[in-house]
């Protein structure tokens, strides 16, 4: 039951791999809207989801939009269409949604159809949402985290190679711009591939932007770390764990971050460039991912037991993320404290944050004896070794190795908050400081952000500075108010809550 | 923030109320794909998603798919432009999906933007999953189905008015053109919508169609039942509980079919247009939405509750569900078993189930004693009194009243499938039997279908015919047959399953 169609381009981008088949074939062939079809062309063959038309296409052709990547199709291009049976991966989706525990090969089936964009954003959010809900084995998960390295790319770099990573969810932290110059300056080999923020103000790669270029090819890369010893770059064009972004598009849009995914997530990329060695940041706190020691423990646990299974030594760091880290949020904000920081200067909190990973990982590779890690990182950082290990790699990712705090362009509409009476500040809001954030236009807006003069325990006087919103557009600054006012990002011990709308 | 463009249309279906913008001006905006976007004509205003075309759509233009309905739009119209925030119900959603449950207008807003397309088929999912998963109340389920009534049309008939309904899941269910005229015979007013198919091979308005039509107006369907007392329609363009078809877009691709879902979706249809009465066919068995008998009685005892808190009164039947009812299934098929068990013959297990049905409605309404409705059903469709009111409901429906059984138009392919065995039948599989139909071209095929010559229980010699396949395409039944090799539609006892593929 195939017939043969006349491809024609559509230059529309619609996040999805549909075509367009004309309203009296789709319906001489029995097709309905979002029907799944088979197309061949020569020995090619994709499936994709039927949209409809009446008159963008006509009889006899197909349209293709711009989405459609599987295979290079131009106009008049002859291709097969015929009905597509529905996955088996959909079977074991509903498996999971059912409660079932699932086998290490229909996980990889449903990663699979996942990257080959067989499986709908519905059915992928079927899938997510069933682990949200049912949750996963270390089985699975180890299936699942495998699933995801072997249908993407893989960096083999020759040598041993360690890494940091945060599981996120707290405003501010720019720890891996010290982190990395620290562990390279030492010695060890640390190729940091971080994301752009997806919810967040600023992702690592955003905030690293401001300093030197952070897109490169595997080669790239692989020269950079032999050169310089670590790097830190962005991620997302080196096809690790390709389905990972196909996983965040429908997270994303859903608020949700099941942990078996989160894991998986975190740890497919890692084990794609053949990690040996992983310092895991835990943030927990009030409006962090994890909110209470306890669950950061078991956390914890069940990231060095996959570990284990992965063959990743794994340690994790259990840090404080009821707050911002540090005193600013927003890319430009955050990669000009970084550099005061490794430049000499900087708030305690974040050398402390910083300094305590770096020296994990100094630990498990035999730099530092157990407890002597971050004194060792530290010095790192005192010495100005730290810095000038970031000036060679700023340099060697083509950026200006001689770039000061000063330089970095950030947003010139401003409004400060100030405290509204005397008493000790009691409560940060991440929530509230991130959304104040993006309201102003972070990450777009690289100047946008965030940057608090009093963090929790802080006494203020009424009038004192608190919170100063920065922004490049004066609209923007103005939606970022009206989000403070309707979500106070700080209040003060004793501060009624009746008097906020009025600072 | 908002910017002018220019209205052009795309003749596309796609499904979802999306719009296209130029790459330079969605890039200018900051919009990403899939962003929410308000736009405003006049004094018009609605939200829709964006697609990002570099060519189709010129600088300063907008492109409307064919499913943007809201307000009419023609080539050149001058539309507002400008960010849409979230709407508060996505919050609500998650709230549902954090396991919290929701107040009366939480779950309001949620079913109002549902019906204004104000959220994506991905935050409806997310919602009915959370309702999968996290369950509702009977508050949340009685606030969920007023808010589904709320948002759409209501008729009033001025007079009492009766219903029957089935939860449905099992093939070949056509009591609902026994039970109207039965009912109708006896006086009381029964305004009988129904649905077409969405998984299952026929639905009652799919069978319906082949005795008469089924799509009338309002003001039409008030004259039907006034004048005849009763009337089998198709309920979907009366625009009563609209959010129903929305949800049922998103539950039919993921296979799900949350529980309070599944009672709101029924019980608004029903408050809808005023129903007094309700008795409820609750299918029980293996492959049958409700599987056993504890179930189904808690099910039932949910819905008396509901009906109570709505003025609805309801009476729950639970039948055997764990294989077809009568003999065939398939519009055509279950249309002539229809009209012949109306003119006298039939299965004895269609004439029990329709009566018995029609039965409880004469007794919660006076017409019968306790005890004694079945009865009086049952004298009512033997008198002939059913198929004479039946008559009148197919000729005022406008379709030919002598119609014969003979006259139905079955498929000429056809296939049959024997006893591999002497032996009892010690199964038959909804599901298999559903899915062979469905493959035969049922129900957009009228006269495909499958007929059962042996139901459970029969004692079969080796060679009996077991099943027949019909179909109208000699393609399509050999998908059917392909169906019926995978999925056996019957066991025999004693039967080897090795032997199977020998049919």
Redesign the interface.
Known sequence: ?SQKFKARL??????EK?V?LNESDAEEM?FR??DRVLITKNFQRSVAMV??????VERGEI?FY?DFSEFPVVDGDLVEVSAAPTPTSVEFI?KK?RGKPLTKSEIHSIVKDTVSHNL????V??FL?AE???GMSIDEIESLTKAMVETGKTIDFGERVVDKHSIGGVPGNKVTLLIVPIVAAAGLKIPKTSSRAITSPSGTADTMELLAPVEFGEEELKRLLRDVGGYIAWGGSLDLAPADDLFIR?EH????DPRPQMMASIMSKKLAVGVDTLVLDIPTGKGAKVEDFESARKLGNDFIELGNRLGIRVRCGITYGGQPVGHTVGPALEAKEALETLMGGGPNSLIEKSTSLAGMLFEMNGLATRGNGHALAKEILRSGKAYQKMREIISHQGGNPDIKPDDLPLGTERYVITAPADGYVSSISNRSINAIARAA?AP?DKGAGVKLYAKMGYSVKKGDKVVEIYSSRQ?KLREAISVAMRDPPFMIEGMLLEELPGF
């Open positions: 039951m559509i230059k529309i981008k619609t996040g549909n367009i029995m809207i979002h949209d409809i038309s009446e008159s963008v349209g711009e509903r949604m709908s954003k519905l059915e959010a079927a949402m949200e809900y049912v429908v849009p859903l608020s949700i236009g777009v609209s």
